[in-house]
């Protein structure tokens, strides 16, 4: 079974940035389209940004422009710039597969807060 340990979160104000890990226990990941999801209090998970085992890459509209995805190979890792951050952005921010098959285990998530 894959782990999957998000980091790198913490309170920013607007306007600022902040960069996102996902770090895989097994290089399975990289065959996956992988993808960014957030869940912000009192609504759903939603998939934020995705990147296919090529490096395409795939981003929500509201984010697009301000965040980037991309993936570490070797590391198995999948990171999240974030930029140009506003307060609708908080949540807490979730790492795991973004194809039309079974997720792995979620993991335990990262904090985003984004206020003055």
């Known amino acids: 079974q894959v782990r999957l340990v998000e980091s790198g979160g913490g309170l920013v104000q607007p306007g600022g940035s902040l960069r996102l890990s996902c770090a895989a226990s097994?290089?399975?990941?990289?065959?996956?389209?992988m993808g960014w999801y957030r869940q912000a209090v009192g609504k759903e998970r939603e998939l934020v940004a995705s990147?296919?085992?090529?490096?395409?890459?795939s981003y929500e509209s509201s984010v697009r422009g301000r965040f980037s995805i991309s993936r570490d190979y070797a590391q198995y890792t999948v990171s999240l710039q974030m930029n140009n951050l506003k307060p609708e952005d908080t949540a807490v921010y979730y790492c795991?597969?973004?194809?039309?098959?079974?997720?792995?285990?979620w993991g335990q998530g990262t904090q985003v807060t984004v206020a003055a």
């Open positions: 097994h290089d399975v990941i990289n065959r996956y389209i």
């Open positions: 795991n597969r973004a194809d039309r098959f079974q997720r792995f285990d």
């Open positions: 990147i296919d085992s090529s490096g395409g890459v």
